[in-house]
C-alpha cells in the first residue's frame, strides 16, 4: 500500500534519504522496518503504525503504545538517527527522550518501555535516553514535592523565591502543583490532568498581586503576599 497527500510523496523512495535509510528505502519506511527488527529479535511491540498515512510521515514515524502513554518515533536530517520520545498518557511532561543510529535498539527499547522498565534501568540499558527530574518524581510518586523543589532552587526564579517559599508552607496551596506561565505562578489540583483546575498568583512591579482561578469567576487584587495567599487559599477551597 502507498500513501500520497497529492505531493508526489507516495513512495518510500520519494521521501526517505537513502543515504541514511537504505534500510528503510528497502523494507518500505519506518513502521515496516520496525515490525521487522522486531520479528527477528522476537519483541513484542503491539500494533506499530505511523503519526499519520499521509505524505512522508507514514513513512518517516511510527509509534507504539504503552501502558504510560505513546511512543514515538521519528527520522533525523541529515545524519542517520532515530528520535524517541516516551510521551505521558497523564499529565504535560515527557518520561524520556534521546536517539539512537541502531533501528534494533529502538526496537528493544520499545519492547522494555512496554513491559514497564523504570526510567533509571532505562538509561543504564540505553545510555543514548535522557530523562529529567520532574519525570523520575512522577516515577517515584513525588511530582508535586519534585517540582517545588525543582523552583524553589532554580536560578531562573531567584527573584520568586519568597513568594515561592511562602506559598509552599500554606496547608491548601502547598499540596498543589506549581509552574510558571508568562512569570505568573500556577497552581493546579492534578498534575496529572492537563485541564486540571487551579489557582494564578500574578506578583506585581509595584508589590501588589492579583489572583485568579480557572474558572475565571474568582478574582482578587492584593496588596500585599499575605493577603494574596489568603486570597488564593480561599478561592482553592472553592474550587
Same mark, same amino acid.
Given at each position: +500500500?502507498?500513501?500520497?497527500?497529492?505531493?508526489?510523496?507516495?513512495?518510500?523512495?520519494?521521501?526517505?534519504?537513502?543515504? =541514511? =535509510?537504505?534500510?528503510?528505502?528497502?523494507?518500505?519506511?519506518? /513502521?515496516?522496518?520496525?515490525?521487522?527488527?522486531?520479528?527477528?529479535?522476537?519483541?513484542?511491540?503491539?500494533?506499530?503504525?505511523?503519526?499519520?498515512?499521509?505524505?512522508?510521515?507514514?513513512?518517516?514515524?511510527?509509534?507504539?503504545?504503552?501502558?504510560?502513554?505513546?511512543?514515538?518515533?521519528?527520522?533525523?536530517?541529515?545524519? %542517520?538517527?532515530?528520535?524517541?520520545?516516551?510521551?505521558?498518557?497523564?499529565?504535560?511532561? /515527557?518520561?524520556?527522550?534521546?536517539?539512537?543510529?541502531?533501528?534494533?535498539?529502538?526496537?528493544?527499547?520499545?519492547?522494555?518501555?512496554?513491559?514497564?522498565?523504570?526510567?533509571?534501568?532505562?538509561?543504564? %540499558?540505553?545510555?543514548?535516553?535522557?530523562?529529567?527530574?520532574?519525570?523520575?518524581?512522577?516515577?517515584?510518586?513525588?511530582?508535586?514535592?519534585?517540582?517545588?523543589?525543582?523552583?524553589?532552587?532554580?536560578?531562573?526564579?531567584?527573584?520568586?523565591?519568597? +513568594?515561592?517559599?511562602? /506559598?509552599?508552607?500554606?496547608? $491548601?496551596?502547598?499540596?498543589?502543583?506549581?509552574?510558571?506561565?508568562?512569570?505568573?505562578? %500556577?497552581?493546579?489540583?492534578?498534575?496529572?490532568? %492537563?485541564?486540571?483546575?487551579?489557582?494564578?498568583?500574578?506578583?506585581?512591579?509595584?508589590?501588589? $498581586?492579583?489572583?485568579?482561578?480557572?474558572?475565571?469567576? +474568582?478574582?482578587?487584587?492584593?496588596?500585599?503576599?499575605?493577603?494574596?495567599?489568603?486570597?488564593?487559599?480561599?478561592?482553592?477551597?472553592?474550587?
Amino acid at each position: +500500500m502507498t500513501f500520497s497527500d497529492g505531493t508526489g510523496g507516495g513512495r518510500p523512495s520519494d521521501v526517505l534519504d537513502a543515504e =541514511y =535509510y537504505p534500510d528503510l528505502v528497502l523494507r518500505g519506511g519506518l /513502521v515496516a522496518a520496525l515490525r521487522q527488527a522486531a520479528g527477528q529479535s522476537g519483541l513484542d511491540l503491539g500494533e506499530v503504525g505511523p503519526l499519520s498515512g499521509r505524505g512522508g510521515t507514514a513513512f518517516k514515524t511510527a509509534t507504539a503504545s504503552s501502558a504510560r502513554g505513546e511512543i514515538v518515533v521519528r527520522l533525523g536530517k541529515g545524519r %542517520r538517527i532515530f528520535s524517541i520520545v516516551l510521551d505521558s498518557s497523564r499529565g504535560a511532561f /515527557v518520561w524520556a527522550s534521546g536517539g539512537t543510529a541502531d533501528l534494533n535498539e529502538v526496537a528493544a527499547l520499545v519492547d522494555a518501555w512496554r513491559n514497564g522498565i523504570s526510567l533509571r534501568a532505562l538509561v543504564e %540499558r540505553f545510555p543514548f535516553m535522557a530523562y529529567d527530574r520532574l519525570s523520575l518524581g512522577y516515577e517515584d510518586g513525588t511530582p508535586i514535592e519534585t517540582q517545588w523543589d525543582i523552583l524553589l532552587n532554580s536560578q531562573e526564579f531567584t527573584e520568586y523565591r519568597n +513568594m515561592l517559599l511562602r /506559598v509552599r508552607v500554606n496547608t $491548601y496551596l502547598g499540596k498543589m502543583f506549581p509552574f510558571f506561565s508568562h512569570e505568573t505562578l %500556577r497552581l493546579v489540583k492534578d498534575c496529572f490532568d %492537563r485541564n486540571s483546575e487551579g489557582i494564578f498568583i500574578d506578583p506585581r512591579p509595584d508589590g501588589s $498581586y492579583f489572583i485568579w482561578a480557572t474558572n475565571n469567576q +474568582m478574582r482578587r487584587e492584593a496588596n500585599g503576599l499575605e493577603e494574596a495567599i489568603a486570597a488564593a487559599e480561599a478561592m482553592t477551597r472553592r474550587l
